[in-house]
């Protein structure tokens, strides 16, 4: 994509974003430890992700795409910190960005929409875990005012090597 001004829509995702999003994803899958997943998806295995996110609830899926080519250049979640009942007004949040458009305000549109989308909902807490390193994350989530609250030391195995994840959390 070339680097001049390319206009950006925040919206909802929905059916048709599904292939798309699968290959965002999978390249972090394959490429990075930014996810700890390590077997890529077919679009059909990722429909029961994308079908949690509704239009409305807790838990959403904001996309960013390219207004002019319609390209999905990255996505947004919140989604169920832990399945159960106590932990239903905490929401773990998400940025995935098509690998060639970070440092273009992309994830600062992408999180800005969520939580306008998140402000009426019951939610307390947004958390966000952060495998290191991973400075752009770091900062696109202080920015947010989120806070770090601990790291977890070599939580994940992946590439042949152990991986921290440190956690931030954000009052809503």
Do not use: C
Request: hydrophobic content about 35%; proline content about 7%.
């Amino acid at each position: 994509m070339p680097s001049q001004r390319t206009e950006v829509q925040v919206r909802p995702g929905g059916e048709d974003d599904l292939a798309a999003l699968t290959d965002l994803y999978n390249h972090y899958v394959q490429e990075t430890p930014t996810t700890f997943d390590t077997k890529t998806f077919t679009p059909e295995e990722r429909r029961p992700w994308l079908l949690s996110h509704p239009e409305d609830g807790p838990h959403r899926l904001m996309v960013a795409t390219d207004v002019d080519s319609q390209r999905i250049l990255g996505y947004a979640t919140s989604g169920p910190f832990r399945p159960k009942p106590a932990y239903g007004t905490t929401v773990e949040v998400t940025v995935y960005l098509a690998p060639d458009v970070g440092g273009r305000g992309i994830g600062t549109l992408l999180y800005k929409a969520l939580f306008e989308a998140l402000a009426g909902e019951d939610v307390h807490r947004a958390l966000a875990g952060v495998a290191l390193p991973n400075e752009a994350s770091v900062r696109l989530h202080e920015r947010f005012g989120f806070r770090y609250v601990g790291t977890y030391r070599e939580v994940g195995r992946k590439f042949g090597r152990y991986w921290d994840v440190a956690w931030y959390e954000k009052a809503l």
